[in-house]
């Protein structure tokens, strides 16, 4: 995402994701979150 574009990252943060450390990101700031508890492993049972 954009650094700059802080309504995305206010949607972001109300998803849960958090900011990811990456070496020289530039304009960009790198986001992730956990899939634990989202349910992913029960697919195609």
């Known amino acids: 995402?954009?650094?700059a574009n802080?309504?995305?990252r206010v949607f972001?943060?109300?998803l849960g994701f958090g900011e990811?450390?990456?070496?020289d990101p530039g304009?960009?700031?790198?986001l992730g979150r956990s899939?634990?508890?989202?349910g992913g492993g029960r697919?195609?049972?």
């Open 1 to 3: 995402m954009l650094t």
């Open 6 to 8: 802080t309504p995305a």
């Open 12 to 14: 972001y943060d109300r």
């Open 20 to 23: 990811l450390a990456v070496p």
């Open 27 to 30: 304009p960009l700031t790198y």
């Open 35 to 38: 899939t634990e508890g989202c």
């Open 43 to 45: 697919l195609g049972r």
